[in-house]
């Protein structure tokens, strides 16, 4: 199996709007918090321009090492203002939430054991990268690209590594429960073991039709504690 070798992710300096270089990722290491006027700014998206050549690179590793269905589609002719999870504009952006008007690619892979995770890469002109995983999970990298959260490219890297190459490896789970009767709501929930060992999860409520969460749920009970399975190596 060949190694994953993530592209290069190269240094990257501003200017505030008094002249001063900074690089994000520590602005704020020795003030109290962000000022308050850098919520909701966001000055400088194209940083996080590296992500898609990591995307293709994280896309082009899987398709070289597993055995899997790997299906690429341009989106930028594709009308995207009625897509829903379940009448997609796309059909290989089926089930996916987080799709905006500025979605340009789609990329799903499939692998050929039913217990192995499927991933969906869709790639947006922001430049970001939502992420499908599994039944129900989904994340996007950069979580947020506003000045006060002060997220860098190399962490959004790291983020949609840890996350797709998990997956591809076995050490991802969900969890959903019934929905509630009266408010249409199901605890969905995730874990993903990261390369050093540390697990990352997260657990909250979300409105689900009742035959999605009921699915989601037949699903996940035939895997050992919710946890999908390691996808096939290619010979």
Request: with cysteine; proline share 9%; charged share 25%.
């Amino acid at each position: 199996m060949t190694a994953y070798v993530r592209p290069p992710v190269p240094r990257q300096v501003f200017h505030d709007a008094d002249g001063a270089p900074f690089e994000y990722g520590g602005r704020w290491d020795d003030l109290d918090g962000p000022p308050e006027d850098t919520y909701s700014v966001d000055s400088h998206p194209e940083r996080f321009a590296p992500l898609v050549d990591v995307a293709d690179a994280l896309v082009r590793h899987l398709a070289a090492t597993y055995v899997v269905t790997v299906e690429d589609v341009d989106l930028r002719d594709v009308d995207l203002a009625s897509h829903t999870t379940d009448a997609p504009a796309h059909p290989v952006l089926a089930g996916v939430r987080d799709v905006g008007p500025d979605a340009v690619r789609a990329v799903r892979l499939t692998p050929v054991s039913d217990d192995a995770a499927p991933l969906t890469l869709v790639v947006t002109g922001y430049p970001s990268v939502v992420v499908r995983a599994g039944v129900l999970h989904e994340d996007r990298f950069p979580s947020c690209g506003c000045d006060a959260c002060d997220e860098a490219a190399e962490g959004a890297a790291t983020g949609l590594e840890d996350l797709v190459l998990g997956v591809a490896g076995g050490l991802f789970s969900e969890g959903v429960s019934g929905p509630r009767y009266l408010l249409g709501e199901s605890w969905v929930r995730y874990a993903l073991e990261g390369p050093d060992g540390r697990w990352e999860s997260g657990e909250g409520q979300r409105r689900l039709a009742r035959a999605v969460a009921a699915a989601a749920h037949r699903r996940l009970a035939s895997l050992p504690g919710g946890r999908w399975q390691p996808w096939p190596v290619a010979d």
